[in-house]
């Protein structure tokens, strides 16, 4: 084993430990880690920079502003209220109806902003009807994650693998391809929530400040999702004072699972934690479209300043970029346009333009919608897995995986790597995940001579099949803290989930693309 195998060895392993402490954002992390290889030589300040004009990269960040613009024109509010039954109904009539339609959905949009507006529309809906939201708000969460395994754009995990498969001289994923294996695994997991989640599922969970809300004056109870760029992440609420910075009184912190009412000046805050407010009514006006707060809720549906017409246009907009992106891959396009390159980041690009001249969403604070540690985190992921592959550490890597498998053959690797893949988003970022996975499936199947794309859509799978906690996605710390849930809710649920997507995946995926 060389040096340079050891020393970057060494360094994911620090890496993946201070995303675990989670004591830094993880771009930073892993924008350090770049560097830092850059300064021992195994970068060069070329090939640390590439990830940040990678076309995947650009995509995702332009897909945050469609998303935005989607959000704010209220069309998906309005379709999930029609889905919605109104009286006289079950938990499992309610979720045939809302879980198919929002996996359909996430296919097409970031899967943040879709929980964002649909969780407190369906737990308002739920309390309303005398159903438990905890019946709904987990399966929320886990059909936007199912729901964005069928297409290219549906999760920014897909995109990251594109990228990294063109740049390692691979023909990159078609808008749908995915979506062979993705609908398998969406059906199948949809099937499991309609006929066990209300089993495994907690009933309502007493909100303690639900009785107090009509007797605080001119205050009202307010909940909010802390985002990462709120100022007091892991600040004790003793040490940031909420009240001076925001006009509002904490009266509970729902954090990891556990629910806080006392002593809160010594709960430390982090990402994702739900704090119940005490607020008058100019809070939501004045918060409601700052980026410090993943989600805001009142137990009011907000207005939304949007013509039928704009509305239109948005859902127009959205088709638009979808069906070209799929038609532009079409070899008759290729042929009738050989100077443009009619793939989904030209598609996003045109749509995104659009969407800021037509004021769909507000072009002069654009850049607040657009999540920038993601972004860095995916351009330095980009990066770190050059690395992996410069040092011979993917190699190596790769060489004892198949000596410890005993020839057992490429299905049997394919797992290992779904295996090793979904671990490590399980306990760190999705996009992280994938990066440290894909030099290593992509030298496994170079030294079995085999066809790689099984190992690049199975680290599609694997890195966004995050059910089994709570802190391996977005939107399920999103969800945690509004429906009370603890942690072992989630294992509850979600790993047997997990089994199911492996096991649907490490049997399909030879069958769809052979090696």
């Known amino acids: 084993m060389s040096f340079e195998i050891i020393f970057v060895l060494l360094a994911l392993i620090g890496m993946i430990a201070m995303l675990i402490w989670d004591r830094m954002r993880p771009g930073m992390v892993l924008l350090s880690v770049a560097v830092l290889f850059m300064c021992a030589g195994i970068l060069t300040p070329k090939e640390m920079l590439e990830g940040f004009s990678n076309k995947g990269m650009i995509t995702v960040g332009l897909?945050?502003?469609?998303?935005?613009?989607?959000?704010?024109?209220?069309?998906?509010?309005?379709?999930?209220?029609?889905?919605?039954?109104?009286?006289?109904?079950?938990?499992?009539?309610?979720?045939?109806?809302?879980l198919p339609s929002i996996a359909f959905m996430s296919a097409f949009l970031n899967n943040t902003p879709v929980v964002v507006i649909f969780a407190p529309i369906v737990k308002r809906w739920a309390e309303s009807v005398k159903l438990p939201a905890t019946k709904f708000l987990i399966p929320l969460s886990y059909v936007?994650?199912?729901?964005?395994?069928?297409?290219?754009?549906?999760?920014?995990?897909?995109?990251?693998?594109?990228?990294?498969?063109?740049?390692?001289?691979?023909?990159?994923?078609?808008?749908?391809?995915?979506?062979?294996?993705?609908?398998?695994?969406?059906?199948?997991?949809?099937?499991?929530?309609?006929?066990?989640?209300?089993?495994?599922?907690?009933?309502?969970r007493r909100d303690i400040y639900a009785d107090d809300e009509n007797n605080t004056g001119n205050l009202r109870k307010i909940e909010v999702v802390l985002g990462p760029r709120f100022p007091g992440i892991n600040k004790s609420l003793g040490e940031f004072n909420f009240t001076r910075h925001y006009g509002a009184i904490v009266k509970e912190v729902r954090s990891g699972g556990e629910c806080y009412t006392h002593d809160l000046e010594k709960v430390v805050l982090h990402e994702g934690d739900t704090l119940i407010l005490w607020a008058?009514?100019?809070?939501?006006?004045?918060?409601?479209?700052?980026?410090?707060?993943?989600?805001?809720?009142?137990?009011?549906?907000?207005?939304?300043?949007?013509?039928?017409?704009?509305?239109?246009?948005?859902?127009?907009?959205?088709?638009?970029?979808?069906?070209?992106?799929?038609?532009?891959?079409?070899?008759?396009?290729?042929?009738?346009f050989p100077h443009l390159h009619l793939d989904m980041f030209f598609f996003v690009c045109i749509t995104t333009i659009i969407m800021a001249w037509a004021n769909i969403f507000p072009p002069k604070k654009y850049t607040k919608y657009i999540?920038?540690?993601?972004?860095?985190?995916?351009?330095?992921?980009?990066?770190?897995?050059?690395?992996?592959?410069?040092?011979?550490?993917?190699?190596?890597?790769?060489?004892?995986?198949?000596?410890?498998?005993?020839?057992?053959?490429?299905?049997?690797?394919?797992?290992?790597?779904?295996?090793?893949?979904?671990?490590?988003?399980?306990?760190?970022?999705?996009?992280?995940?994938?990066?440290?996975?894909?030099p290593i499936g992509l030298s496994v199947a170079t030294q079995l001579g085999v066809n790689p794309t099984p190992f690049f859509v199975v680290i599609c799978i694997a890195a966004s099949a995050s059910f089994s906690t709570p802190i391996g996605y977005q939107t399920n710390m999103?969800?945690?803290?509004?429906?009370?849930?603890?942690?072992?809710?989630?294992?509850?649920?979600?790993?047997?989930?997990?089994i199911i997507t492996f096991l649907v995946s490490v049997f399909l995926i030879p069958m769809i693309w052979s090696f």
């Open 371 to 438: 999540s920038w540690d993601i972004l860095i985190t995916i351009a330095c992921a980009f990066a770190i897995s050059k690395a992996m592959e410069n040092s011979g550490l993917a190699a190596w890597l790769a060489r004892n995986i198949i000596g410890l498998s005993h020839n057992m053959g490429p299905c049997a690797l394919l797992a290992i790597v779904y295996m090793m893949t979904n671990v490590i988003t399980e306990l760190i970022t999705n996009n992280a995940a994938a990066a440290l996975s894909f």
């Open 144 to 204: 936007t994650i199912l729901g964005g395994l069928c297409t290219l754009i549906g999760t920014s995990t897909n995109l990251v693998v594109d990228g990294m498969v063109q740049e390692a001289g691979y023909h990159g994923f078609s808008m749908f391809e995915l979506g062979k294996i993705g609908i398998f695994i969406v059906l199948v997991g949809i099937l499991y929530l309609l006929l066990f989640s209300k089993k495994l599922l907690p009933d309502s």
């Open 478 to 498: 999103i969800v945690q803290g509004i429906g009370g849930y603890k942690f072992t809710d989630f294992v509850k649920v979600g790993l047997p989930l997990n």
């Open 63 to 98: 897909l945050f502003l469609v998303s935005e613009g989607i959000r704010q024109s209220g069309a998906l509010g309005q379709m999930v209220k029609k889905l919605l039954p109104s009286q006289n109904t079950t938990v499992f009539k309610a979720q045939l109806r809302l």
């Open 280 to 336: 008058d009514d100019t809070f939501v006006p004045t918060w409601g479209e700052s980026s410090v707060f993943l989600l805001l809720a009142n137990g009011k549906d907000r207005e939304v300043p949007f013509s039928n017409k704009k509305r239109w246009l948005t859902l127009g907009l959205l088709i638009f970029m979808i069906a070209g992106a799929t038609v532009g891959e079409l070899p008759v396009m290729k042929d009738l």
